[in-house]
């Protein structure tokens, strides 16, 4: 089936850091991915969409020059959150899907604890 | 009004027990719909997609009402491993983004 891998799972550092998470389709082409972000006890949020060759677009409310998304291929998009406070940390979830069609089920990476000392 | 509601539970099932979900969402434009679960600080995985005729996936069935915009989601003969979050998904009309509900919380005791 569809594999979506992410990297790192788990982050630990200090206020002011960059963080770069990985996100790549093993066994399939991902022509748009997808950013998500779920807080404690909280739905899984849409931040952005990640779209190969081109800008992405992001919701409303997240700021685009916090977090850097590059697509730079059809199997792997970054999401980057620059100078990184402890308000950032937060699950954070890339997800890809293998079809064309909103009724394709999107797969989802493993997921990114990201925690701001 | 939130785009996608859910009860948050938990429900406490004995193991064997049928249980049933329900959500709603608001956007009348929602073209898809999914169930996941979600396990204690893991990722979202799949369960089943929803159709609007209805669908079976072997102790799990999935119920849309577009007129009443209303998910819903049956385990029968439910197992200790069915103990999870049970996400309602839908897309976002146009857009292929997905929007979660907040959860339902399963417990199955045995």
């Known amino acids: 089936g569809a594999v979506v891998s992410q990297h790192p799972s788990r982050v630990i550092c200090k206020s002011g850091t960059s963080v770069k998470i990985e996100c790549r389709s093993l066994?399939?082409?991902?022509?748009?991915m997808f950013w998500y972000r779920q807080f404690p006890k909280q739905s899984l949020m849409l931040m952005a969409t990640s779209n190969e060759g081109s800008k992405a677009t992001y919701e409303q409310g997240v700021e685009k020059d916090k977090f850097l998304i590059n697509h730079a291929s059809l199997t792997l998009s970054t999401l980057t959150v620059t100078s990184a406070h402890p308000e950032d940390s937060s699950f954070y979830i890339c997800?890809?899907?293998?079809?064309?069609?909103?009724?394709?089920?999107?797969?989802f990476g493993d997921g990114t604890r990201l925690s701001i000392l | 009004r939130k785009e996608v509601e859910q009860d948050p539970g938990p429900f406490n099932v004995p193991e064997g027990a049928t249980v049933a979900f329900n959500c709603t969402y608001s956007?009348?434009?929602?073209?898809?719909f999914f169930w996941y679960r979600q396990d204690c600080r893991k990722e979202p995985k799949l369960l089943m997609s929803v159709y609007s005729s209805g669908n079976e996936d072997g102790r799990f069935t999935a119920q849309l009402n577009r007129a009443s915009q209303y998910i819903s989601l049956l385990i029968r003969d439910s197992k200790l491993s069915d103990s999870a979050t049970y996400l309602c998904v839908v897309n976002r009309g146009g857009a292929d983004g997905l929007t979660f509900g907040k959860g339902t919380h399963l417990i199955i005791q045995p």
């Open positions: 956007n009348s434009a929602s073209q898809s």
């Open positions: 997800s890809a899907k293998p079809g064309a069609g909103s009724n394709q089920p999107q797969h």
């Open positions: 066994d399939f082409q991902a022509t748009t």
